[in-house]
């Protein structure tokens, strides 16, 4: 059964230091986010992408976060000056055209020291 | 503003013992709600989408009913591998992008 997949699944970074999350959508699937779950807290939406391009994103998803898709099956997350609050569980997820549901990913845990 | 609240937040039940989680939205125009699985450490495991009031969704011992103002996810003679968190999500019609809004979830223990 096709998954998304995510790497790393756990990486430790210094504050101010750059990091990339990527993600490996279904393979026929459009539609891609980045959610995140600090620890004890609920899943929040970041970031929405379809045609290459940004639909969306919250207040959360500042100047310092960017997402690309490089090539026709990876998606990344960058955060260019990691703070300590960035600390959490982020989530890559995906969706086909026509349905409504999204497949999350298995997460990657940022611990920013 | 989009609003998904979740009750009871922990819940434990012995083997065998049937129970149901609820949870509580407000959208401007619903979409869709969700109701998806979360083991510790792992990302949400999809699990029904209900789309009007009225609609009911089974998948083995759990079935998802959905009404104009909630969801409630029913737990039938539950084993100790359904313990998990399970989150609760919406879409609003008014968002471009069928981005989820998730409850805060409901934590079962099924104890053998």
């Known amino acids: 059964e096709p998954e998304v997949t995510q790497t790393p699944s756990h990486q430790v970074t210094q504050m101010g230091q750059e990091v990339i999350l990527r993600c490996v959508p279904i393979s026929n699937h459009l539609y891609f986010y980045w959610y995140r779950q600090i620890l004890g807290q609920k899943v929040e939406f970041l970031v929405s992408?379809?045609?290459?391009?940004?639909?969306?994103k919250s207040e959360i998803f500042d100047d310092q976060f960017s997402v690309e898709r490089p090539d026709g099956s990876n998606f990344t997350l960058k955060i260019r000056s990691t703070k300590l609050e960035d600390s959490a569980m982020y989530f890559c997820?995906?969706?086909?055209?026509?349905?409504?549901?999204?497949?999350f990913g298995p997460g990657t845990r940022l611990t920013v020291t | 503003e989009d609003q998904v609240t979740q009750s009871p937040e922990a819940l434990r039940l012995q083997e065998g013992e049937s129970s149901s989680l609820n949870c509580s939205y407000t959208?401007?125009?619903?979409?869709?709600l969700f109701w998806y699985r979360q083991d510790p450490g792992k990302g949400p495991e999809f699990l029904f989408t209900?789309?009007?009031a009225g609609e009911e969704k089974e998948k083995e011992r759990l079935k998802a009913t959905l009404t104009k103002k909630e969801s409630f996810l029913h737990i039938t003679a539950p084993k100790p591998e359904d313990s998990a968190t399970y989150l609760c999500?919406?879409?609003?019609?008014?968002?471009?992008?069928?981005?989820?809004?998730f409850g805060t979830g409901t934590l079962l223990a099924v104890q053998p």
């Open positions: 999500a919406v879409q609003d019609y008014g968002g471009a992008t069928n981005k989820l809004i």
């Open positions: 997820a995906s969706k086909d055209g026509p349905s409504y549901e999204q497949y």
């Open positions: 959208v401007s125009g619903l979409r869709g």
């Open positions: 209900l789309y009007s």
């Open positions: 992408f379809y045609n290459n391009e940004i639909s969306e």
